[in-house]
């Protein structure tokens, strides 16, 4: 099936520097691809969707200066934490649309911010 | 608002065992539903979904009714493998691309 490559999988930052995690479709182009993040024990919460050429959709109370959120090509969108902080401290997932009701998930980046 | 809510783990159980995790909605209107399972060091992968009530989604031996009347998706197997074990997401949704999760429930079978 087809594949969505997410990396890193694992980052350690310290307070105030900047994190990118790129989401990668291998086999398939993508015009839409949706950020999620899971906090300890609750819900994978939906952040954004990122619309290739166009400016990503987030989700209320999702701070678009600090995630930012580039879908520049068909394959390829990043978010960037930035000045990250350790309540950023989360799992993050990428997921990439190749057509309805074909949604294929990132493996995931676990972020953890000293 | 639309909302998903899993029991929560880990679980833990013999190969054999029969599973259930349970898995509760809120929605408006009428979603899909589905279960999603993620491997250690893969991304979430679809195992079965259902899109209307009374369906019934199956793949692997698992199963899931889609049940309005109790607003339930629960996932169950007659018999665990080892293999199994991963971590199991709930999941519902209106368009086929954005989904509301559970928390997700761990699952590791023993031999």
């Known amino acids: 099936g087809a594949v969505v490559s997410q990396h890193p999988s694992r980052v350690i930052c310290k307070s105030g520097t900047s994190v990118k995690i790129e989401c990668r479709s291998l086999?398939?182009?993508?015009?839409?691809m949706f950020w999620y993040r899971q906090f300890p024990k609750q819900s994978l919460m939906l952040m954004a969707t990122s619309n290739e050429g166009s400016k990503a959709t987030y989700e209320q109370g999702v701070e678009k200066d600090k995630f930012l959120i580039n879908h520049a090509s068909l394959t390829l969108s990043t978010l960037t934490v930035t000045s990250a902080h350790p309540e950023d401290s989360s799992f993050y997932i990428c997921?990439?649309?190749?057509?309805?009701?074909?949604?294929?998930f990132g493996s995931g980046t676990q972020l953890s911010v000293l | 608002g639309d909302s998903v809510t899993q029991m929560e783990g880990p679980v833990t159980l013999s190969e054999e065992a029969f599973l259930t995790i349970n898995c509760t909605y809120t929605?408006?209107?009428?979603?899909?539903l589905f279960w999603y399972v993620q491997y250690p060091g893969e991304g979430l992968q679809l195992l079965l979904k259902a899109t209307k009530a009374d369906d019934k989604g199956s793949n692997k031996g698992f199963e899931a009714t889609y049940r309005k009347e109790t607003t339930s998706f629960h996932l169950e197997k007659g018999s665990v493998q080892v293999s199994d074990s991963a971590v199991y997401f709930c999941?519902?949704?209106?368009?086929?691309?954005?989904?509301?999760f559970g928390t997700g429930t761990s699952l590791t079978v023993i031999p």
């Open positions: 997921s990439a649309a190749e057509g309805p009701e074909k949604l294929f």
């Open positions: 929605a408006t209107g009428y979603p899909s």
């Open positions: 086999d398939f182009q993508a015009t839409t």
């Open positions: 999941a519902l949704s209106h368009t086929g691309n954005q989904f509301y």
